[in-house]
């Protein structure tokens, strides 16, 4: 299971009160995403690295029923390196990660 992904995406405000901040997954990327993992973790996620800028990390997508995609939390640290907030479009790269891979 290895594939990359490069594509834009809003920011955007799940809950006000718990701050959670994601961006979603375009349609036919997550399509590939879902063909791609068979075996996913906890809550259907599926781990993968990414890239905004010069930030880059590992943490997993999740999918997201009522929007029909996977969706990828991104933590305030990346937010506060890259000057990036809700509502911003953000360029980035993600790559599905085996889970054997440490």
């Known amino acids: 299971m290895s594939a990359t992904y490069t594509f834009s995406a809003e920011l955007w405000?799940?809950?006000?009160?718990?701050?959670?901040?994601?961006?979603?997954?375009?349609?036919?990327?997550?399509?590939?995403?879902?063909?791609?993992a068979p075996t996913k973790a906890g809550f259907g996620?599926?781990?993968v690295s990414v890239t905004i800028?010069?930030?880059?990390?590992?943490?997993s997508v999740f999918p997201d029923a009522k929007r029909s995609?996977?969706?990828?939390?991104?933590?305030?640290?990346?937010?506060?390196?890259?000057?990036?907030a809700v509502g911003d479009e953000v360029s980035l790269t993600l790559r599905l990660v085996d889970p054997?891979?440490?």
């Open 69 to 84: 995609a996977y969706v990828l939390p991104v933590k305030k640290a990346v937010r506060t390196a890259e000057s990036i």
């Open 53 to 59: 800028g010069e930030t880059a990390w590992r943490t």
């Open 100 to 102: 054997a891979e440490s």
């Open 13 to 36: 405000l799940a809950q006000a009160e718990a701050a959670w901040v994601f961006l979603t997954v375009p349609p036919e990327i997550s399509d590939d995403i879902e063909e791609m």
């Open 45 to 47: 996620s599926v781990p």
